[in-house]
């Protein structure tokens, strides 16, 4: 399971408030993603990040926002948390950034906004 | 965006060989194409990848077709705990690596 923990992993907040998930690794890899996944969609790519303070944007990164600030934590925070952003959120590692390295995923936050 | 093509369900008999097919008529000459599985609600896992030759580990083969712009995941036989959405993947680049673009994959039924 490459050592990965999410946390909190169920979550109830209410519409208008910030919440931050937090993603934890133990095997100092260097790539870390935020993916949500919602019925007849699969998972979508949120942000990810390819290094202590690198990141980018994925297919839904509007009204996210990630910080990486030493290589183990990856976290994903909803400034002003809205309903449609119910969801449950994967966080994965993968050992590189090529072409070649699969991902390893984490066991998923359940989070509803009321 | 997704860059491949998945049929939305499948149905398989215990024991039998499960072919599921993707389509990924897009995909660059040095893109990968990847297999995840997702069991129930747990995350994605990992079964396997290839560029252009056909590929297998203890889990499944991968068939990738000489245009490659399509391939086929084969579980030779099928078990109850296969019942799964099955997930082909190809990577696209992104400013810092590749980043993995997921479709609604195939959700495959494995019956006794």
């Known amino acids: 399971d490459a050592g990965i923990t999410q946390s909190p992993r169920h979550k109830v907040t209410e519409t208008g408030t910030p919440v931050t998930l937090r993603c934890h690794q133990t095997?100092?890899?260097?790539?870390m993603y935020w993916y949500r996944q919602d019925p007849g969609h699969g998972l979508r790519l949120i942000h990810y990040?390819?290094?202590?303070?690198?990141?980018d944007k994925g297919e839904v990164s509007d009204g996210y926002s990630v910080s990486r600030s030493k290589t183990e934590d990856f976290l994903l925070t909803l400034e002003s948390a809205t309903s449609s952003q119910t969801s449950v959120y994967f966080c994965?590692?993968?050992?590189?950034?090529?072409?070649?390295?699969?991902?390893?995923f984490g066991p998923g936050t359940r989070l509803t906004v009321l | 965006d997704a860059k491949t093509t998945q049929p939305p369900s499948m149905d398989c008999a215990e024991g039998r060989a499960a072919n599921l097919p993707c389509n990924h008529s897009?995909?660059?000459?040095?893109?990968?194409v990847y297999w995840y599985r997702q069991i129930h609600s747990q995350g994605p896992q990992y079964i396997i990848h290839?560029?252009?030759n056909n590929e297998t580990n203890e889990m499944a083969s991968l068939i990738i077709t000489e245009d490659r712009k399509s391939s086929t995941l084969i579980l030779p036989h099928a078990t109850l705990r296969d019942t799964a959405v099955y997930y082909c993947?190809?990577?696209?680049?992104?400013?810092?690596?590749?980043?993995?673009?997921f479709g609604a994959g195939t959700r495959l039924f494995v019956k006794a």
């Open positions: 994965a590692i993968s050992k590189g950034g090529s072409q070649a390295n699969e991902q390893f």
């Open positions: 095997e100092n890899h260097r790539y």
């Open positions: 990040s390819y290094g202590v303070k690198d990141t």
């Open positions: 897009t995909i660059s000459g040095n893109e990968y």
């Open positions: 290839g560029l252009k």
């Open positions: 993947i190809v990577r696209v680049e992104g400013t810092g690596g590749f980043k993995t673009i």
